[in-house]
């Protein structure tokens, strides 16, 4: 024990810190998951687990199938970690339909499932795996982790496969995402590099749906995709999700429908999965609640649209590197072009070392040099005897040609080996030795070494072909599914289904969605934010709550719509302080939440006389009747909001009279002051806008109505609602409607079996309502439709075995009759094709056009404020002039 404590007392120890050991450690660790574990080297775009997983499979390779527990265990001779590490992942492989030939159950990557036990599955390497991941010539080797082994330090792969494939990696610091990419654009991006021209390249998934690319900048770090599923309306109750966004399964998207629609975000009746071969979720709505709000409420709240940031991250020399994908695809296809380069130069020496055998073959047995080691006593005396029976047929450049020689000059010097070769050529051979055939396949030899040279002279064009090649054996099947748009920005209070009721307390001041015993205002979202408005001339914006105090005697309150410049306040108010009436219209476009603002000049005693909301902008007449004691010569008048600019909250506005004010009643609604809307329609989305995209509909006032033609050969009348989307693809034309719009219609009778022509204006006055307009018979179709005024069509359609082409003016063929009526017979044959050939004539929607700006122009002409911004010219009449101002006087304005 003495000894013992001795002994350690006596050794000297270098203390270690905490500090350094963590940092050392940390740092080999950190090292250790970048490169072996999480991200892809650039060169075969594989992490080492799946270098290893086809490396084991090329090395079991018989073209049969294996068991995958087998691969597994084949597998684990050079992955030093466990079996479910190796299984995931090469069921991962499989699943990406590129590398792996699979057999059994796999899973199913869109709607979860996983694979079925090891043991059950089987898998192979694919062709395409064959042809472009293994060459053992130009691999580079190292042991295994266990010294057992030969393993590649990475596959010689001719393919841009880390892009084709998509991986997703996170190691100590940094993580990797590079999203998947199109077999066939890849083939073609690469071919264009190779021919110095600018590529583009956006991602595709196996699950298709729609993805919006505006942010992906190259895939660069900072970028960010949009990825939408395909969602088909079945019918107004019934919407079925066809396409997956990638990574999006059915069981995790029914999950998050479901929660939005626990929460009241959209109004789902039913879920049903009916995926088998395709992907089929079926959403069975509420009665009432439309379709287009829900699919824009599903992109907004649900996993039918999902964003992803891509981080192109791989190991470009033992180091992690942040690309992009084009550069990332540039460094694969020179690689590639590398690769042949090497395989070339390796098929050539190996070439050239075979003629070299043949030649010397040949002349070993054609000059029967064998003959000639009959005598020798050892085997060096044969070398030399045969060295030097061929030094008397063949130059060498140790032995060159001379003037008048015609020995046959070999690519390199003969060697002992060579010649211990010949020694080895059994008898039988000698005595079956074809001339004819051996200088045959000298030629080709020499044939094939000729086409070597020229393809490493023309090592690009080579690279092109080897792609095209692949694209032709390989591309079938691999067309890209993911639809490449653009997306309308949602605004999630626009969709939001409506899942909360607002009430009001008027007298109290107090709204909310609690207060289920005061007055009902309408339903909200519990999300929305609210305006109220109250009789002292103050508003406030707050977001909805059980309750909320914004003010005593509320006037109104709404729902209210950030940047909404089309709802205008007309207001009519006392200022307490002189004791004037003033009148103001004004938009609330921006706020700050919870504000309280004052609409009136801010005097004690001010207060709201009158107040109108407008959607649209409009104005309106209204009567003004003063007090009986007043000293005003008329006591009674009308006041015309067009009068009055829109301006903004702050103004204090136009004063209406000096005396006091009895009573304001409304007379009439004007039309809107805004001017005319400038309507579009997105011919991609079918959603109405103002932003000049798609179609142009015409320009939309109070009241204007859309009128929308269908392929089935039915019209219908909307009222103007910028939330509603139509469906392109079952429109035959959409435009605006007016009493003289005459619609055109070429159709196809089922019945009677002739093509119809008939000219019709619509005498229905039901809106969103189908009326047919066509023969209800099996086999009728409407072959156009169209707005214009003066259409002309050229048509064709099959005469016995002829076909037959002509031309007729509508507006000449028949005359405007009802809506029901058959029309005229234009042959008796369907029609094979048909189209407008005259040019746009004018039309209802440029007359509209034309009839706005008109319209405006004369609006701004009469607007007596227009004058100057502080100073109001009344009109000679003095229908708004009781305190009986002089045409032409000035009225002063303190803004």
């Known amino acids: 024990m003495t000894e013992h404590t001795s002994n350690s007392e006596s050794r000297n120890y270098e203390p270690v810190t905490l500090t350094g050991m963590y940092k050392e450690y940390f740092l080999d660790y950190a090292s250790y998951v970048i490169l072996e574990r999480a991200v892809p080297d650039i060169k075969d775009g594989l992490k080492p687990v799946q270098r290893r997983i086809l490396h084991a499979m090329k090395e079991m390779d018989d073209g049969r199938y294996h068991k995958v527990a087998n691969i597994i265990g084949q597998t684990m001779q050079y992955h030093p970690h466990g079996d479910a590490a190796i299984g995931d992942a090469l069921v991962n492989l499989g699943q990406k ?107 595709d998934f196996d699950t298709g749906g729609m993805i919006d690319v505006a942010e992906y900048q190259d895939g660069h770090r900072g970028g960010r995709v949009k990825i939408r599923a395909k969602i088909e309306q079945v019918d107004k109750s019934t919407l079925n999700v066809v396409e997956l966004p990638y990574g999006v399964t059915t069981n995790s998207l029914i999950e998050s429908i479901l929660k939005a629609n626990d929460k009241g975000q959209i109004k789902i009746k039913k879920v049903t999965d009916n995926t088998a071969k395709d992907v089929e979720v079926q959403l069975e ?91 020798c006593e050892s085997f060096d005396e044969v070398i030399s005897v045969i060295r030097l029976g061929l030094d008397k047929y063949v130059a060498t450049p140790s032995n060159p040609l001379k003037v008048g020689d015609d020995r046959i000059l070999m690519m390199r010097d003969i060697t002992d080996d060579d010649i211990i070769k010949l020694t080895e050529i059994k008898i039988k051979r000698i005595s079956k030795y074809n001339k004819f055939k051996a200088d045959e396949y000298m030629d080709q030899l020499l044939a094939d070494l000729e086409q070597v040279k020229y393809d490493l002279e023309h090592l690009t064009d080579y690279t092109i072909a080897y792609f095209e090649s692949l694209l032709t054996k390989y591309g079938k099947g691999r067309e890209r599914k993911t639809l490449i748009t653009s997306f309308d920005n949602i605004e999630i209070k626009e969709v939001v289904a409506n899942n909360a009721k607002l009430y009001v307390n008027r007298a109290e001041g107090f709204i909310g969605m609690g207060m289920k015993k005061d007055e009902f205002v309408s339903d909200c979202a519990d999300i929305a934010d609210i305006i109220a408005f109250t009789k002292d001339g103050k508003f406030k914006v707050v977001r909805i709550e059980d309750k909320v105090f914004i003010g005593k005697d509320i006037i109104h309150v709404a729902v209210w719509l950030k940047s909404d410049d089309r709802t205008t ?46 959607p649209n902008g409009e104005s309106e007449i209204v009567q003004v009747q003063l007090t009986l004691s007043s000293t005003a010569k008329k006591k009674q008048f009308d006041f ?72 089935d050969g039915s019209y219908e009348l909307n009222e103007l609602d ?34 119809m022509v008939k000219r019709f204006k619509i005498e229905t006055s039901t809106m969103d309502q189908k009326f047919s307009f066509i023969s209800d018979t099996n086999g009728s179709k409407l072959n156009l439709a169209t707005l214009r005024k003066n259409p002309i069509v050229k048509f064709a359609y099959k005469a016995g075995k002829t076909k037959e082409e002509k031309e007729v003016d509508l507006v000449e063929f028949i005359d405007v009759k009802g809506w029901k009526a058959m029309g005229n017979r234009l042959v008796d044959n369907k029609l094979t094709d ?62």
């Open 285 to 375: 709505l509420v009665a009432g609640v439309s379709p287009d709000v829900t699919i824009d409420a599903l992109y907004a709240f649900t996993d039918c649209e999902v964003s992803y940031s891509p981080n192109a991250c791989v190991i470009v020399d033992n180091k992690p590197l942040f690309l992009s994908v084009t550069e990332i695809l540039k460094i694969s296809t020179f690689q590639t072009q590398e690769l042949l380069r090497q395989e070339l130069t390796i098929k050539k020496a190996e070439l050239e070392e075979k003629w070299h055998h043949a030649s010397l073959e040949k002349i070993f047995i054609e000059h029967r040099i064998y003959r000639d080691i009959e005598e």
């Open 97 to 203: 339909d590129l590398l792996i030939d699979c057999q059994g159950n796999w899973g199913d990557v869109r709607t979860g499932d996983t694979a079925a036990a090891p043991r059950y599955i089987e898998a192979r390497l694919t062709k395409f795996a064959l042809e472009v991941l293994f060459n053992p010539q130009t691999t580079e080797w190292q042991l295994s982790y266990d010294g057992r082994k030969k393993e590649p330090v990475t596959l010689p792969v001719k393919f841009p496969l880390v892009l084709a494939q998509g991986v997703e990696g996170i190691a100590v610091g940094l993580s990797t995402k590079i999203l998947p990419h199109n077999f066939i654009e890849l083939i073609q991006a690469s071919i264009k590099i190779l021919q110095n021209k600018k590529v583009i390249l956006y991602p």
């Open 722 to 755: 910028l939330n509603k989307k139509f469906d392109v693809n079952n429109i035959a034309e959409i435009g605006q409607y007016s009493d003289q719009s005459v619609i055109s219609a070429v159709y196809y009778d089922g019945e009677k079996g002739w093509t």
């Open 569 to 614: 306040y007309n207001m009519i108010y006392l200022d307490g302080k002189s004791g004037r009436t003033f009148a103001k219209r004004f938009n609330v476009t921006a706020i700050t939440r919870d504000k309280e603002y004052d609409l009136t000049q801010g005097s004690k005693g001010s207060k709201v006389l009158y107040f109108t909301v407008n």
């Open 834 to 895: 048909i189209e407008i050939i005259n040019q746009d004539d004018p039309t209802d929607i440029q007359e509209s056009v034309e009839s706005t700006s008109n319209e405006s122009a004369d609006r701004e002409k009469s607007n007596p404020e227009t004058a100057t911004p502080t100073e109001l010219k009344l009109p000679s009449e003095n229908r708004n002039n009781p305190e009986g101002y002089k045409p032409g006087d000035t009225i002063e304005f303190d803004f």
């Open 640 to 711: 015309d909001f067009e009068d009055l600019s829109i301006k903004g909250r702050g103004s204090q506005g136009n004063i209406v009279t000096k005396y006091p004010v009895r009573k304001i009643t409304q007379v009439s609604l004007g039309k809107s002051s805004l001017g005319a809307m400038q309507i579009y329609i997105d011919e991609v989305s079918g959603k109405l806008n103002q932003d000049q995209r798609g179609k142009f509909l015409g320009a939309f006032d109070t009241g204007s109505k859309i009128i929308t033609i269908y392929k």
